[in-house]
């Protein structure tokens, strides 16, 4: 069982930056692959970015790429996505979710373990 937990959400002017944070329970932490989402209501939950276990690789939607940067510390089972020039259109809640097959995958199905989510909200 992974236990995950996200951090570092909050309200921010457009243009701004956050640094969210997963806390992740586990020994295996290394060899998952990591990923965020994110969820507008009345929208589907949206890929946002992964990460590799070793945190070599990594993969964005193309919508964040060049704006944000996801990271790990696998020492400290923890996975980083710094968000830069943020836009009002970012506003979600965001989730991180781990997937125990450290293989790319940029579904929801694939990932079997999930954070409750932090709100983000980027005023105009």
């Known amino acids: 069982q992974v236990q995950l937990v996200e951090s570092g959400g909050g309200l921010v002017q457009a243009g701004g930056s956050l640094r969210l944070s997963c806390a992740a329970s586990?020994?295996?932490?290394?060899?998952?692959?990591m990923g965020w989402f994110r969820q507008v209501p009345g929208k589907e939950r949206e890929f946002v970015a992964a990460?590799?276990?070793?945190?070599?690789?990594?993969d964005y939607a193309d919508s964040v790429k060049g704006r944000f940067t996801i990271s790990r510390d696998n020492a400290k089972n923890t996975v980083y996505l710094q968000m830069n020039s943020l836009k009002p259109e970012d506003t979600a809640i965001y989730s991180c979710?781990?997937?125990?097959?450290?293989?790319?995958?940029?579904?929801?199905?694939?990932?079997?373990?999930w954070g409750q989510g932090t709100q983000v909200t980027v005023s105009s």
């Open positions: 979710a781990a997937r125990t097959i450290n293989m790319w995958s940029r579904k929801m199905s694939q990932y079997a373990y």
């Open positions: 990460i590799s276990g070793p945190g070599i690789g990594t």
């Open positions: 586990g020994r295996t932490f290394s060899s998952y692959l």
